[in-house]
């Protein structure tokens, strides 16, 4: 979650517009996830739903950085940076899905698990799949730049800024 602020400025070429966010969306993702464990361990259903509000909430302030780097970005996109954008759209979608659910069926008819291929298609495939196919595509690009592990990093090219 704190990785796809960064990672995704730098796939835009823009610097984190809002850095203060960053914190905050790491304690409420971190909060959410233990909510729904707790509660589906316990069979607490005010505890599942307050861990899907609360990871609704993480995932806006993870969008309202992603949105700005987004909306600050210059150059056209290369690819990894297309699909990690495109990713992020799966993200809130599915755990509205997941929220909604839970407050439409109610704790006696949850495992009827209707919306699990829905939610299935939209977290994992959409949202963490195409996450890393972008990451895995971009580091496959660095890798291609390099052609031997055995030597060292180059440094700095010399007729650099200031030379």
Known sequence: MGTLHTFFASLTGTTLRHPRLQGPTFILWLL???EL?????????????S???????????????????????TAPLALPARLIALAQAFLPA???????EHFTLGPQRRSSGQA????AALLLLGWIGLTVA??????LAILARVENFARPCPGPPKHGIGR
């Open 32 to 34: 959410g996830v233990c």
């Open 37 to 49: 464990a707790l509660g589906a361990a316990f069979a607490a259903d005010a505890v599942v739903a």
């Open 51 to 73: 861990g899907w509000l609360t990871l609704v909430l993480a995932a806006a302030l993870l969008e309202i950085n992603l949105l700005a780097s987004l909306r600050g970005a």
């Open 94 to 100: 599915g755990l509205l899905l997941a929220m909604a």
């Open 116 to 119: 699990r291929p829905a939610l």
């Open 134 to 139: 972008g990451s895995l595509l971009h580091l």
